[in-house]
């Protein structure tokens, strides 16, 4: 239920965004409908997992002594500033894409700087309050889609999950190697300088 609200944020900011520019009339066109959603699903649902991963961690840690309105602050405290920075980069971004003469950019631009705006006001707000219900659901026992009923849960233990494992013991040192770093360097530069040599080569329109 908490990734469906999370998914229910992303309908709602969009569906204000569609509303809001409508209101103002700035028309909407079939492929605002179809790319945004999907635009912000993209890159708003990182947030969602940020905070609800630092969550995790202080419920473990703290061992149950500290409330989940605690637990709440903190976590808005250490990743909060991290999200609204993304956000805002992300907005400013989009919005820039509003002084394009192109009508249809520009509103395809527009539509999508306040749509992601709303989905991090929403998920500062709308999602964290979703979050508190749902940590004190698992407090109480109850079952996630069936919250009036409890039922027997086992303890919970303070265990590193297997892909956290496998970053930590593996991937993290691979990708830290003094060579493996040199050689994903070069790689990118390479591709990069690739890239830039067929630029001339791209041509511009819609495609057949």
């Known amino acids: ?12 900011s969009v569906s204000t965004s569609v509303g ?4 103002l009339g700035i028309k909407v066109t079939l492929i605002i409908a179809e790319v945004i959603p999907f635009l912000v699903l993209a890159v708003g649902v990182d ?6 991963h630092e969550f995790e961690r202080l419920t473990l840690k703290s061992f149950g002594e500290m409330s989940v309105e605690e637990r709440i602050a903190k976590t808005l405290g250490r990743m909060g500033p991290s999200i609204l ?16 003469t192109m009508p249809a950019v520009r509103n395809f631009a527009l539509y999508a700087s306040l749509a992601v705006w709303v989905d991090f006001s929403l998920q500062v707000t709308a999602f964290v309050a979703f979050l508190s219900l749902d940590a004190k659901r698992q407090e109480e ?8 009923v409890k039922i027997e849960a ?23 190697n003094k060579k493996v770093r040199v050689s994903i360097i070069t790689f990118f530069v390479g ?14 329109g819609l495609g057949n």
């Open 141 to 148: 026992d109850r079952i996630d889609c069936f919250p009036c």
């Open 1 to 12: 239920m908490l990734g469906i609200s999370g998914i229910v944020i992303v309908l709602a």
């Open 47 to 52: 947030n969602i997992f940020i905070l609800n």
């Open 85 to 100: 920075l993304s956000a805002l980069s992300e907005t400013i971004a989009f919005g820039l894409g509003g002084i394009v």
């Open 191 to 204: 591709l990069f300088m690739a890239a830039l040599s067929f630029v001339t080569q791209v041509e511009l």
């Open 20 to 23: 809001i520019f409508s209101l």
């Open 154 to 176: 086992p303890e919970r233990l303070d265990k590193e999950g297997l892909l956290q494992k496998w970053m930590r013991k593996y991937y993290a040192p691979f990708i830290l």
